[in-house]
């Protein structure tokens, strides 16, 4: 038997790298279920296997919902609280604790604005040397009353992008990149978000219960971005009057579910009974949901947890509360991409992301013969395995040149900083409305 440890010395023997070094950082004004907090927790369980170490930087007074809390236990995540001040970002001294000058450091961060934030931490902890990869998996906030925020962020950006330490996830966050904060589309490589693809199911045959039709979905209950399950319980109200045994299952929290509630209680009572709520689910309770499902409507990396077990998915677009879909994943490689209006500028081909509605496309799911359902998803399968390999991802981010080590002018950071103060103070004032609601 190995002792242990024995894995992570053979691991690293192979692969020619010291994990022990690595840290992953990211930054939360709230930990709670979520897109973001799945990608990150499925990175961290990789980095952690192979003897790497990840700190979460939470804003100091936000909360961590018990869900998030407990998965960040279980991978070994230190939690480490942060304040924003006018004079800079202040965190806990246990934080230059972990960090050493030879630290290899991944900065995963939610939004562009957050690579800013952990590269000033860094810098007020006079780590110069500390080798730093930055990447990010989410636009962040890119409306009008943030343009202030784009303006102040380009600069650091660009230096991040001529390094050579910055990679975005997808081509619509290349694509923003390059049209809202003016960055080289050349020199912003693409790393797909990553999964384990090992031991994935083939191409399945449903196991239809009989007289059950399952249609489910998965996210954070925020709207506009995630408002496509507005569209999925309108679809399905048409669909239902049809299909009797039809069910719609709809996991996850947020403050949009109030208004998904109250549109299903002015659904008929009969239509209503069959269109189940769940609320939040942790990650590592989703298997029971993927496995009764016979079509999965979402976007995001949830999507590629029901594509590894065979369940036909349709990609939902971002940014709407109606039925716009870019199709079957696997026909079309894509995460949910903005539909139009104030985003639409900032995607190359906007019309590729409202090709189809989710009543269509569910139709032909319920028509379709097994041997075209076990098709689909084998080429599914094959997409997932091809691009979505998390050994794949992390490997090429850890390889990056990391050879940033600056941040911005001082004008820039007082700047900066008084935009976080008050970014903060409206986080904090929300979360204090949704707790009294």
């Known amino acids: 038997m190995l002792r242990a440890g024995a894995g992570i010395e053979v691991y690293q023997r192979k692969r020619g790298v010291r994990m022990g070094r690595k840290i992953m950082l990211c930054c939360f004004d709230r930990v709670e279920m979520g897109g973001g907090t799945t990608y990150f927790y499925r990175m961290v369980r990789w980095l952690s296997e192979r003897g790497g170490r990840t700190i979460a930087l939470v804003s100091e007074g936000s909360s961590v919902s018990e869900n998030a809390g407990r998965m960040f236990r279980e991978a070994g995540v230190e939690i480490v609280r942060f304040r924003y001040t006018v004079l800079g970002i202040r965190a806990e001294q246990r934080l230059k604790d972990y960090l050493t000058e030879d630290a290899e450091i991944l900065n995963l961060q939610l939004s ?6 952990s590269a000033d931490l860094l810098r007020s902890l006079g780590l110069r040397s500390v080798r730093s990869v930055f990447y990010a998996l989410f636009w962040g906030d890119v409306s009008p009353r943030l ?5 102040l962020t380009r600069g650091f950006l660009r230096k991040l992008s001529l390094s050579g330490s910055f990679a975005v996830m997808d081509e619509i966050m290349r694509d923003i990149a390059a049209n809202t904060y003016g960055l ?30 399952v249609i489910s979905s998965l996210c954070r209950m925020d709207f506009p971005f995630k408002g ?4 999925l319980l309108s679809d ?7 299909y009797p045994d039809m069910k719609l299952k709809i996991a996850g929290d947020g403050p949009g579910l109030p208004r998904l509630r109250e549109e299903r209680e002015k659904l008929s009572q009969d ?70 209006g104030r985003f639409s500028e900032k995607v190359s081909e906007p019309e590729r992301y409202r090709a189809f509605r989710f009543q269509e496309l569910i139709r032909r799911v319920y028509q379709m013969p097994e041997a ?37 002018g001082a004008l820039t950071r007082t700047a900066m900083h008084a935009l976080y103060l008050w970014h903060s103070f409206t986080i904090k004032r929300k979360e204090r409305e949704e707790c009294r609601s």
């Open 112 to 117: 562009f604005e957050n690579l800013y934030l």
């Open 147 to 151: 343009s202030l925020n784009v303006r």
């Open 184 to 213: 080289s589309r050349e020199r912003i490589p693409i790393i797909e978000l990553g999964l384990r693809t090992e031991g994935v199911e083939e191409g399945r045959e449903r196991k239809r219960r009989e007289g059950c039709f």
């Open 228 to 231: 496509y399950v507005l569209g």
């Open 236 to 242: 399905f109200s048409e669909l239902a009057r049809v």
């Open 271 to 340: 239509i209503r009974e069959r269109v189940e709520l769940l609320g939040e689910l942790p990650y590592e309770e989703l298997t029971p949901l993927i496995r009764e499902s016979d079509v999965y409507v979402g976007m995001g990396t949830s999507m590629l947890d029901f594509v590894r077990e065979g369940v036909l998915c349709i990609n939902a677009s971002a940014y709407q509360t109606e039925n716009y879909s870019a199709g079957f994943f696997g026909e079309v490689n894509c995460l949910g991409g903005p539909v139009e």
């Open 372 to 408: 075209e359902y076990r098709e689909k998803s084998q080429k599914a399968l094959e997409l997932y395995r091809t691009v979505y390999s998390i050994d794949h991802a992390m490997e090429r981010l850890f390889a990056m040149p990391g050879a940033y080590r600056g941040s911005c």
